[in-house]
T-cell receptor
Framework: GAGVSQSPRYKVTKRGQDVALRCDPISGHVSLYWYRQALGQGPEFLTYFNYEAQQDKSGLPNDRFSAERPEGSISTLTIQRTEQRDSAMYRC?????????????FGPGTRLTVL | ELKVEQNPLFLSMQEGKNYTIYCNYSTTSDRLYWYRQDPGKSLESLFVLLSNGAVKQEGRLMASLDTKARLSTLHITAAVHDLSATYFCAVTGTASKLTFGTGTRLQVTL
């Protein structure tokens, strides 16, 4: 597609429920990144993939968070047993190739609210 | 741990005047990125700086990188209202992930 797309754009859930956030990167982009952005702050890294392989998950806050990209294109970030502190904007980015240049293009984000 | 600091955090600019935003980072990196974010919107890539001494310009914005000083600057020439937004710098270390600065919110007034 023309840009990175994410769905849903808004998600309201109750504490304890599981949520799945989807990211569709720019067509042909090899690398896919997940970030979390709190209000008034810069995005914070969560995890990233090259093709279908998860390269770095050091930013995932705890084991309730997981991500997959099974076919090297669309990715899903799953949060189990959501807590109020998980409320934030979750952003996905993609880049054409891994490596030196690595310009990342960001999607519109999913605003998650945990009640 | 890589840390990225920007200053100022907030900048009220008068239309037509020149201003500079500073981005300092804590460990060796030779890749620095500038992004713009409008309220409620996503991040738009402005510049990618890949080497010491790199300078890039687009319209009224000019970005430069000094890897020895671990400093990047974003210079705004003759500010106009359209430049009102939050600007982030971001750095990559040895990994591909971006570490973002705190952001600088620019507001241009008449």
């Amino acid at each position: 597609g023309a840009g990175v797309s994410q769905s849903p754009r808004y998600k309201v859930t109750k504490r304890g429920q599981d949520v799945a956030l989807r990211c569709d990167p720019i067509s042909g982009h090899v690398s896919l990144y997940w970030y979390r952005q709190a209000l008034g702050q810069g995005p914070e890294f969560l995890t990233y993939f090259n093709y279908e392989a998860q390269q770095d998950k050091s930013g995932l806050p705890n084991d309730r968070f997981s991500a997959e990209r099974p076919e090297g294109s669309i990715s899903t970030l799953t949060i189990q047993r959501t807590e109020q502190r998980d409320s934030a904007m979750y952003r996905c980015a993609s880049s054409k190739v891994p490596g030196f240049y690595n310009e990342q293009f960001f999607g519109p984000g999913t605003r998650l609210t945990v009640l | 741990e890589l840390k990225v600091e920007q200053n100022p955090l907030f900048l009220s600019m008068q239309e037509g005047k020149n201003y500079t935003i500073y981005c300092n980072y804590s460990t060796t990196s030779d890749r620095l990125y500038w992004y713009r974010q409008d309220p409620g919107k996503s991040l738009e890539s402005l510049f990618v700086l890949l080497s010491n001494g790199a300078v890039k310009q687009e319209g009224r914005l000019m970005a430069s990188l000094d890897t020895k000083a671990r400093l990047s600057t974003l210079h705004i020439t003759a500010a106009v209202h359209d430049l009102s937004a939050t600007y982030f710098c971001a750095v990559t270390g040895t990994a591909s992930k971006l570490t973002f600065g705190t952001g600088t919110r620019l507001q241009v007034t008449l």
